[in-house]
């Protein structure tokens, strides 16, 4: 008796819940793309279950008060009930079908992207984003994953002619255009991500070795979190880039500052004079060092590079050391020889040569002088 | 069908078989999903590989008399294993009979089938290693997982064919020694013949995938 | 038909050697009683390991930084938490524990059909358990690279054990699959030839039905997990590149151990072969929970199960079904996107057998004289959290509503109360039921309500708010939730909430533990079958039953196994084993 109460209590306190969750924000985020058909899909069978639950669930607790043994109580003889049962196959194969014929209604909507849909390129590596465009001839040059390296992160083949336009956004933040549909490709370098918007509602992993698409359609201006939502490895968490959603003419106004391959120092002639191929800014942020070191002293997954280079730091063994050169070189081949105190050891070994390596620790030394 | 469902519900037991007969046609299909998973991905991958797959004819050639003989070797190997499964059929039917010589013979006769085989496998995966060049993580004839396929799968085939004629010799010797003489009509030997047979089986798959295609 | 017989009485004629030696007694014991308990008590201790493992998770998510659990232990601890809990817990608890005790006593056999392969699929099973444990003496600890093992992270730097853990967790995989196939072999030969006269498969009590299927998927879905398994190992070991593409990680492309790059390989091909292993093996789980559900309320609702044919085939439905809707757990993972209408309609198909197996234990309760005992309160318990688990089951197989909750805490909750507090809720009362039959003994029946409430409690104040958590985007696998701006303060008082509930959740379930251990020394003296229940197991001459379980001659079956609350009858119940002239009124049995 009791405990039949109490487990309609329970079933009435999961109806409330709904209430407290949308309350303290345990819902659906401002939606922001054109996926609200996905919302309405879900509340449905929210609002359907629901009323199964909460039925089913009294029913329960009515049986277990109505038929409780009591003295000389006996329960009925009874084997089955065709009639009933079939009624029931009935009612559930329609609730099933009402979800069902909605739900796929919208899934054929997000597999087929419209015409003329903007084409963008995301790339996932660990632990970062970067995007890529067509450029003018609106086709993707050719790209093998054979290609990639340091000085050609997103690995173009440099003999395509599509390839010399494609415009190649080396940072996490990507500029849309509001209420234009976005047809995104998704490419993975190393591991298994997942391009995720929470606002857009929509996901897709990124698989190495196979292309992935997902569209949208971006329509109220803001700035939104990227997140990755298949786990990628040990910084999968702080994998996160940002979308900013703003009108035509400042989304062409950030298009054109972007730089086309054929500009990126792989394409310039070999005799050029800028020798110096790739700076060390540009290979920190080429292989993703910047997602976890910062280079403005504010505090991330490592430690910042700001004001690091001749410093005096503690080891987690309690050691002190001296950020020289020779440090800096030694902490990006073996990282966790010598890990800082109250920093984890999860830094992997970036295997550079020489000139790479000086490019970097030189880098990371001018971030010192400048900020003095 | 209601009299097919009360059939199948009846007494007791429901195939009219011996335990050990009836757990090793179950083990048989659960063995059917490993190498019906291992083909299947090796067809998934097959046809989504980039790169082109060896020509098998080329591959598994053998040099006779000046000229290349294609599929030779595996021709020679599948008509031993096939009719290592006829001498086992063989045994069978002398088993039924309770001719515990003949029995014991013709599953010897077997055994000697499944060493010839799996000598030869040995020697064409000796041949495809230091003559050809294969490895599990490259080839010069094409796709690097043709290598690793190969070697994968029919390992695992030959693998089977080993424990069968472990097995086999086992059950052979004893047979001979006549240990199932008074208690048991010789049911083992169907149950080991049920075994060599599905090793077979599974066999003319392989060959049809890896060597024909 | 010969042959059967002459197994029968083949079997029957034999005076059975009882084993003296503490050694065969105990440990190399071929008795499928004490393989069962041997089973019971591995996996109950590998499952307090997962316990303690999720403490740790949720002790880093609630508060993050405070028990300095770095990213490396978190991921781990995922990892093993899952692999424990799915595998090591629960098939092994609900084949190897429940079903070596139950199908030879309920279906009136002398024992396993191959005692000995019996005894090894446990020995099998504590190797692989051995191996489990033993990752975490290896270099680099454990994998972490969550329960699913995907390449290509789980070989690559930047997962924790990426070069040894794996490969001690595939071995100890593939020991599982060889001593799961062990035991397999046996239930289902069992099952299906070696029955008690008169015990018809529909006379079958739904349990024996239930752990019957449940081996059958077993056996066809491990395959599948194994073969994935071997090409990972080759992968990692020989450089093969079977799920390996081309890959450029940190600054360079990937090589092998040979020093070659990986080439052509595809991830996609192993999420295929682990979920076709995978999501069979929830059935593997969920249908024998089904079964002692269904023994439990018929026979503490003194009234026989609603419907038991269409039971029958719901269950045989579910089985065949199974097998062809793994890919709903790949919906975003990039396969081509027209199988996604496929795998969503079968996938909303299988929700339809499943519900009538609720509704058909929800009809047993109309009309019936329900005793609320302990294991009462655990089965209604039960149908409680399977309905909700069901119910979120029709969020995630519906493709398009499956995109925007896949891989949020939803499926996380989802999947917890299905397969985390369901399958306790059952087991727990499945062994309540049947702790006399094994010791002579009741539990107690305070710590049990008291364990009961707790972990029912625990399941509503976890899981209901994870599934608002997953409506809201927040992602499962994170290490933390700092700094994101669409999730709002009051998550983390949520998660500090959601942690101190599971803290506590995880205490009381060393209650259980506990009450089994004290009961076992002390527990109330019962007489034979105290609940006064139908089936064969219950039927034997001594209780709890002795080596052979029937001393003399095999019952014979008479009736099926739901004869409560007879018309007529002088008690409420008449057991399998009565022939039916003994009752004349109510002797109708039903077949």
């Given amino acids: 008796m009791a405990a039949s109460i109490v487990f309609a209590l329970f079933t009435i306190m999961v109806v409330f819940f709904n209430y407290y969750s949308i309350e303290n924000q345990f819902w659906f985020p401002e939606l922001a793309s ?163 918007v929470p606002q857009f509602r929509v996901k897709m992993d990124l698989v190495p070795g196979q292309l992935t698409n997902l569209w949208f359609e971006p329509n109220v201006e803001g700035e939104y979190e990227i997140l ?145 | 069908m209601n009299d097919l469902v009360k059939d199948w519900s009846s007494d007791v037991s429901t195939f009219k078989i011996r335990w050990s007969k ?106 495809l290693i230091v003559d050809e060049g294969i490895r599990p993580w490259g080839n010069d004839f094409g796709a690097q997982q043709f290598g690793s396929f190969f070697f994968m799968i029919t390992g695992f085939h030959g693998l089977h064919v080993l424990i069968g004629v472990i097995y086999l010799s086992i059950v052979s010797k004893r047979v001979l020694a006549g240990r199932y003489d008074g208690i048991d009509d010789y049911q083992i030997v169907e149950v080991a013949g049920l075994y060599w047979h599905f090793v077979d089986l599974v066999w003319v798959f392989i060959f049809a995938f890896f060597y024909l295609w | 038909m010969q042959d059967a017989e002459l197994n029968q009485t083949f079997y029957e004629g034999q005076t059975i050697h009882h084993p003296k030696s503490w050694l065969t007694k105990y440990v190399f014991s071929q008795d499928h009683k004490t393989v069962a308990i041997q089973y019971f008590s591995l996996s109950l201790l590998t499952g307090v390991v997962g316990v303690i493992l999720s403490m740790v998770m949720r002790l880093q998510l609630g508060f993050p930084g405070l028990f300095d659990i770095s990213p490396d232990t978190y991921y781990q601890s995922i990892t093993m938490h899952g692999m424990i809990m799915v595998i090591y817990l629960l098939t092994a608890i609900l084949l190897g524990g429940f079903g070596n005790f139950l199908i030879p006593l309920m279906l009136g056999a002398r024992d396993m059909a191959f005692p000995f392969v019996n005894m090894m699929s446990v020995h099998f099973y504590a190797l692989s358990v051995i191996l489990l444990f033993a990752s975490y003496l290896v270099p680099g600890g454990p994998t972490g690279a969550g329960w699913t093992l995907y390449p290509p992270q789980v070989l690559l730097p930047g997962t924790p054990g990426y070069d040894w853990g794996i490969v001690m967790m595939i071995l100890s995989i593939a020991v599982f699959i060889i001593a799961f196939t062990m035991g397999g072999l046996n239930y289902v030969t069992t099952v299906l030839q070696s029955r008690a006269r008169g015990m018809t498969l529909m006379r079958m009590p739904l349990v024996i039905w239930c752990i019957f299927l449940a081996t059958v998927i077993g056996l066809l879905a491990f395959p599948a997990l194994l073969v994935a398994g071997i090409m990972l190992l080759l992968d990692r070991l020989i450089g093969s590149s079977f799920f390996m593409p081309d890959i450029f990680q940190f600054g360079q492309h990937v090589t092998n151990v040979f020093g070659t790059e990986y080439e052509g390989g595809s991830p996609l091909l192993f999420q295929h072969l682990f979920w076709f292993f995978g999501h069979p093996e929830v059935y593997i789980v969920a249908l024998p929970m089904f079964g002692i559900v269904s023994e439990l309320i018929s026979c503490h609702a003194r009234k026989n199960i609603f419907g038991y044919k269409m039971m029958v085939w719901a269950l045989i439905a579910i089985t065949a079904v199974s097998f062809i809707v793994w890919a709903h757990h790949m919906f975003v993972a990039g396969m081509n996107p027209v199988l996604g209408f496929f795998f969503a309609t079968t996938t909303l198909i299988i929700a339809i057998p499943t519900a009538i197996k ?16 302990v294991p009462m309160y655990y089965a209604v318990g039960f149908i409680f959290t399977f309905i909700i688990g069901g119910l979120g089951g029709l969020f995630l197989g519906n493709v398009s509503v499956d995109v925007e909750l896949s891989d949020t805490y939803f499926v996380v909750g989802h999947f917890h109360v299905v397969m985390g507090i369901s399958p306790i809720l059952a087991l727990c009362g499945g062994v309540h039921h049947w702790f006399p039959l094994i010791t002579g003994r009741t539990m107690n029946n305070f710590l049990g309500k008291i364990h009961f ?49 599971s803290i506590v959740v995880g205490l009381i379930q060393f209650l259980f533990l506990f009450n089994i251990v004290w009961s076992y020394f002390k527990g109330k003296k019962v007489e034979k079958n105290p609940w006064k229940a139908t089936t064969l197991e219950w039927q034997t001459t001594t209780m709890p039953p002795g080596h052979g379980n029937w001393p003399n001659k095999l019952p014979t079956v008479h009736r099926w196994p739901y004869d409560y609350s007879v018309p007529g009858a002088s008690e409420d119940y008449i057991p399998q084993n009565v022939p039916l002239e003994a009752e004349t009124e109510g002797g109708s049995s039903h077949e």
């Fill in chain 3, 453 to 501: 409430w707790g972990t029912f409690a625990g399941a509503y104040l976890i899981y209901i708010p994870m599934h608002y958590l997953g409506l809201g985007g927040v992602l499962r696998r994170y290490y933390d939730f700092k700094g994101l701006a669409y999730v709002s303060d009051s998550l983390h008082d949520m998660n500090v909430f959601i942690t101190l509930a």
């Fill in chain 1, 34 to 196: 054109n996926w609200g058909d996905m919302d309405t899909a879900t509340l449905m069978t929210l609002i359907i279950s629901g009323v199964v639950f909460v039925v089913l669930s009294l029913f329960i607790c009515y049986c277990l008060i109505r038929f409780r043994h009591r003295e000389n109580s006996k329960a009925e003889y009874q084997i089955g009930n065709n009639k009933v049962e079939g009624w029931l196959i009935a009612l559930t194969t329609i609730g099933v079908i009402a979800l069902l014929a909605p739900g796929l209604m919208v899934y054929s909507q997000l597999i087929n992207e419209p015409e003329d849909s903007l084409r963008i390129e995301a790339i996932g590596e660990q632990w970062t984003w970067s995007f890529r465009l067509p450029g003018a001839d609106n086709t993707f040059g050719k790209t093998n994953p054979k290609h990639f390296g340091i000085k050609n992160s997103f690995g173009l083949d440099p003999d395509d002619k599509y390839a010399q336009d494609d415009i190649l956004i080396q940072s996490s933040t990507l500029h849309l255009p509001v209420n234009q549909p976005i047809a995104l490709s998704l490419r993975s370098k190393d591991v298994l991500h997942d391009f995720y």
């Fill in chain 3, 358 to 373: 609720v509704y058909n234990w929800v009809l047993t309760l109309w009309k019936a004289d329900i005793h609320m005992t």
């Fill in chain 2, 22 to 127: 009836a757990m090793m046609w179950i083990f048989l299909i659960s063995d059917t999903f490993i190498f019906g998973t291992f083909l299947i991905s090796y067809m998934a991958i097959r046809l989504t590989v980039v790169d082109s797959w060896p020509d098998t004819s080329q591959v598994f050639a053998l040099h006779v008399g000046g000229t290349d003989v294609p599929l030779l070797l595996i021709a020679i190997m599948t008509f031993i294993l096939i009719s290592s499964s006829g001498t086992m059929a063989i045994a069978v039917n002398a088993a039924n009979k309770k001719d515990k010589r003949k029995t014991g013979i013709f599953m010897l006769l077997t055994v000697l089938g499944g060493i010839a085989f799996v000598s030869m496998q040995a020697f064409e995966w000796t041949k």
């Fill in chain 1, 228 to 372: 990755c939502a298949e786990y990628c490895g040990l910084q999968h968490t702080y994998m996160r880039g940002l979308v900013v959603v703003e009108s035509e003419e400042k989304y062409k106004q950030w298009l054109s500052e972007q730089i086309i391959f054929a500009n990126t120092s792989l394409n310039l002639p070999p005799d050029a004079d800028k020798q110096e191929i790739v700076s060390g800014e540009m290979l920190s942020i080429r292989l993703g060092c910047t997602a976890c070191h910062s280079i403005d002293g504010s505090n991330g997954i490592g430690p910042s590079w700001k004001g690091v280079a001749g410093e005096e730091r503690t080891l987690s063994n309690g050691e002190k050391v001296i950020a020289d050169h020779y440090y800096l070189e030694e902490s990006i081949v073996s990282p966790n020889s010598k890990v800082l105190q109250d920093y984890p050891p999860i830094m992997p070994s970036y295997g550079l040569s020489h000139e790479e390596l000086d490019q970097i620790v030189e880098y990371i030394e001018t971030l010192n002088e400048t900020n003095e």
